[in-house]
């Protein structure tokens, strides 16, 4: 890292730790660097106000407009552009222009133009006439469309954004007076439903609405359909002709291994800016790489796009276009804009001036004949070389500063037959040739990727205009990653077979086929994308935070049910051997909407080991010898009278006493505990319980590469923990019936999701038996084997655990 830069960039008041992620960041760097430089803060630092412009100058850049990009970082640093709206209309008022027309430029960027907070206030005060019988109607709800509005006055266009919303808030208080009962947001009482049914429910709900990150912030400065210019305004026309003007988006992942966390944040732009707009998004498998694709996930790709609530408008596929990507790589070298090369990869990258970044200088390959490449590039498709001997190359421009201008290849041999055209072709295009140009053939309005893929938006463009095809716009949004594990394909792959972990869908890792293993919701996961918003910076979370938005999610979608770990039998002598009665219990404490259930209550009843010391203590407050607890929902408490213990001295079974209650005060603490009833068939005994921790000890595993063994030194030998012999109270049979009449696939059985009360989140295990379920009258009468992943823990501390 170049301390030179962390300190020029700190010039503009970019924070240490800011200043040194941008440094790493190789498409924004080289950019920020010039644009501080061209505003003269390279000795001395910048107003902060004008240091946030300069850096999103950089960041927000287009190919065309960046030969003027000295004369826009001037601008503001002259004070000609003071916000970020001016900015943002600037780079698009350059954008492909030779020259500028200062007049004209001045013009349309607002320059030296002034709004003030008056000129704002009789603005809105118009504006409020025209709205108001639906400001009245809807009050406070209608802030979002009235303060939108607001915003999109033409005389208000350069306005400061915070006097408008300052304004807009005066101008509402001014007719609605203060908010009052009215403008709660009350929640809709839920119908009394099956839990699974319920979440469901809402899931497909949530799936399909579009949250306000499609409306604001970086998203909102997205052009329209027909606002991208092309080479040819023709193909605009035929573009509009073909869509009707609408947003068409599209997911492309490469059908290489399985969908991760950050994928969810891409699957939600795309589909969302989709649905926010009435547009479409396709799914499209980049599928151009056969060595590294396999049905497997092809398929997974798919199921997880439609179990985190979005369908495809089209399914399609990259290898449809192999004829027509093959013939355009053939117009591209009869226009002399891409030639066959014999290079090795270390010529290639000696040419490119090798690891001392030094000059770089065309092969011999570069310049010859039209013809010879044409025929040379025939022969490939024909078998006529042996992979490595010969690429075709897009002659591009070795001058330019980016990387991604550097003689890019777009065809190499490979002989592996392909999972859908077979041994038909022997060549195939790469990712920086095939991508744009399908983008163009399904006619996407908004190409949206990563941050990593910035410098690649210029041979994006490059290639399109080179062929003289529609050009869609790209668009890069930073990344979402996870603290305390890895993402990388390659490395997932060796954990797996290292046998770190079960599987690609071992609930320890982030992959989205785990992380649905492990019972989290799928609207879990799209809620907490739509909270964390899209920049241009990269998100890096800790687990924590995603756990609790999980934790808080299951809270008020799963049913509770009683559980014991490691558990101790409790016989109640006061009580007739025969002893029953049937207690009928909430699904969820003080929320009738969720339903309830009927559990035995009988003389003996099992605790879980935790809830019992033979030695009390002052900040113990469950069960000890002499001591009362409640049982939850039973009417009575009981006392513990006696301790049985086997010759080892290991405790066996506890007696206890159960009081009338109108001799007793309210316990200090409730118990949970689960009878022993062999005629209602309880206790549920499970087969085992999979309690997950942290894969990785660390929050970056990957610091460990220079140590021997590199990041799997780092892996946690303790972050899984099985536990034996745990019981659950028959309520678990409700939550599986209800699922087994529910469930579609009547395979995803991570949707049998339910909390045991004071233990954790839970749900079913696929590698659980439930044998015939289909044809039981329940699924008690079925199942052969009960596996239970814990999916969250309560996260309850210590102290408050002794209390309750």
């Known amino acids: 890292m170049s301390d030179d830069l962390v300190l020029l960039f700190q010039n503009i008041g970019l924070t240490e730790s800011k200043a040194k992620e941008t440094v790493k960041n190789k498409n924004l760097a080289p950019t920020l660097e010039k644009v501080i430089h061209s505003a003269g803060f390279q000795d001395k630092h910048s107003e902060k106000s004008t240091g946030a412009l300069l850096y999103a100058l950089a960041s927000t850049i287009t190919p065309g407009a960046v030969p003027h990009l000295d004369y826009l970082a001037k601008a503001i640093r002259d004070s000609k552009l003071n916000t970020t709206d001016q900015v943002s209309a600037a780079i698009k008022f350059v954008n492909d222009k030779k020259e500028i027309d200062e007049a004209k430029f001045n013009e349309e960027c607002g320059v030296g133009v002034v709004v003030t907070k008056e000129d704002v206030k009789k603005a809105v005060d118009e504006y409020t006439e025209t709205v108001k019988d639906r400001l009245v109607k809807d009050r406070y709800k209608f802030f979002g469309i009235f303060f939108g509005g607001a915003k999109n006055i033409p005389t208000l266009k350069w306005a400061n954004g915070g006097d408008i919303k300052e304004v807009v808030d005066a101008k509402m208080l001014e007719v609605l007076g203060p908010k009052d009962e009215r403008d709660v947001v009350v929640k809709k009482k839920k119908e009394t439903k099956p839990e699974v049914k319920e979440e469901k429910k809402v899931e497909e709900a949530s799936a ?370 025969d002893y029953e009665q049937m207690l009928t219990v909430p699904n969820k404490p003080r929320d009738p909407a969720m339903g309830e259930h009927t559990i035995p209550f009988t003389r003996e009843v099992w605790i879980d080991g935790s809830d019992f010391r033979e030695v009390d203590d002052k900040d113990f407050f469950r069960l000890a010898p002499g001591k009362t607890v409640g049982l939850l929902n039973v009417p009575c408490p009981i006392t513990c009278t006696n301790v049985i213990k086997d010759a080892s001295g290991k405790i066996v079974e506890l007696r206890a006493r159960y009081e009338d209650a109108a001799g007793f005060k309210r316990p200090k603490t409730y118990i949970q505990w689960v009878a022993e009833s062999p005629k209602h068939g309880s206790p549920v005994r499970l087969d085992e319980v999979r309690l997950f921790d942290r894969l990785f000890n660390h929050a970056n595993p990957q610091d460990k590469k220079e140590v021997p063994g590199g990041y799997l030194t780092d892996v946690n030998p303790d972050s899984l923990s099985i536990e034996k012999g745990a019981i659950v109270e028959i309520g678990l049979w409700d939550v599986m019936d209800r699922w087994a009449k529910s469930s579609e696939s009547k395979t995803d059985y991570e949707a049998m999701r339910f909390q045991l009360t004071r233990i954790g989140y839970f749900c079913v295990d696929k590698e659980a038996d439930l044998g015939d379920f289909t044809k039981a009258k329940s699924l008690k009468d079925s199942v052969k084997k009960l596996i239970l992943n814990r999916t969250v823990s309560l996260q309850v501390s210590s102290a408050l655990k002794n209390k309750e």
């Open 208 to 577: 399909t609405k579009a949250p306000d990150m499609f409306f604001e912030g970086e998203l909102a400065k997205l052009h329209v359909p027909g606002g991208n210019p092309q080479i040819k305004p023709e193909l605009m026309a035929e573009h509009l002709k073909a869509t009707g003007g609408k947003y068409i988006t599209r997911f492309p992942p490469e059908p290489n291994g399985f969908l991760h966390i950050g994928h969810a944040k891409a699957i939600n732009i795309n589909f969302g800016l989709a649905k926010a707009h009435n547009g479409i998004c396709n799914l499209r498998y980049d599928d151009t790489n056969p060595e590294a694709e396999e049905e497997r996930y092809f398929t997974s790709i798919l199921e997880i796009v439609k179990w985190l609530g979005f369908t495809p408008s089209e399914v399609t596929y990259s290898s449809t276009h192999f004829q027509k990507l093959y013939e355009l790589a053939v117009e591209l070298i009869k226009k002399d804009k891409a030639y066959i090369c014999h290079c090795t990869g270390e010529e290639i990258q000696k040419h490119r001036g090798g690891p001392e970044r030094g000059p770089r200088t065309a092969c011999v390959h570069r310049d010859r004949p039209i013809s010879e490449s044409l025929e040379l590039f025939e022969k490939m498709k024909n078998g006529g070389f042996e992979e490595g001997e010969a690429i075709l190359r897009m002659k591009m421009d070795l001058e330019n500063g980016n990387p991604q201008f550097w003689d890019l290849v777009a065809y190499r041999v490979l002989k592996t037959p392909h999972h859908r055209t077979g041994s038909e072709w022997l060549i195939y295009p790469t990712y920086d040739y095939t991508h744009c140009l399908v983008d163009s053939f399904e006619n996407i309005t908004h190409s949206l990727c990563t941050v990593e893929f910035m410098q690649s938006r210029f041979s994006y463009y490059w290639l399109c205009d080179a062929l003289e095809v529609y050009k869609p716009v790209q668009w890069e949004y930073g990344r979402l990653n996870v603290a305390n594990t890895i993402l990388s394909k390659r490395k997932i792959a060796e954990l797996v077979n290292k046998k770190y972990v079960f599987d690609w869908d071992d609930p320890r890792l982030y992959t989205l086929p785990a992380i649905r293993r492990r019972g989290v919701p799928p609207q879990a996961i799209n809620n907490f994308v739509h909270t964390l918003g899209v920049t241009k910076s990269d998100t890096v979370i800790e687990v924590a935070k995603l756990d609790a938005f999980i934790r808080d999610y299951l809270n008020e979608t799963a049913p509770r049910l009683m559980g014991a770990f490691n558990p101790i039998k409790v016989v109640i002598e006061n009580l007739p051997e």
